[in-house]
């Protein structure tokens, strides 16, 4: 949590989705082409290769249904994993659409995939996915 931390990105916002996403109180101010929406800083972390922009609402949209999933199937994960999951299935959300509103069409897609992900590696021995 600390290395999000140390990239600008607040805690608070990782776990819960809720309050400023980027420590100081700014949310990233960059739009879905990279350019900066209207008097926001340029405060969001630099993009690194295979990186994808920030959409708040996708993001926090895929953060809670992760969690929701990983609840009702009854997989407990650290926060660091449980975060790299939603990263993870946050860029398989973006790829599969143009805009933001064709992206969050896609969480009944997610949420099939996630559980089926999770109920496959429950039965798969050696997975890591151990339920409480």
Request: glycine share 10%; proline share 4%.
């Amino acid at each position: 949590m600390l290395g999000y931390a140390r990239l600008g990105f607040s805690p608070s916002w990782i776990l819960t989705g809720d309050g400023a996403m980027l420590l100081g109180g700014s949310h990233s101010g960059v739009s879905e082409n990279g350019t900066t929406r209207g008097d926001a800083r340029p405060t969001a972390a630099p993009a690194f290769e295979g990186s994808v922009a920030l959409d708040d609402d996708l993001f926090r949209a895929v953060r809670k249904l992760v969690a929701q999933v990983h609840a009702d199937e009854r997989v407990r994960l650290p926060q660091e994993a449980l975060f790299e999951e939603v990263v993870r299935w946050y860029k398989e959300v973006w790829a599969r659409g143009e805009d933001s509103a064709e992206r969050l069409t896609q969480m009944g897609w997610l949420e099939t995939r996630l559980r089926k992900e999770l109920q496959a590696a429950r039965t798969e021995p050696g997975t890591g996915k151990r339920s409480v």
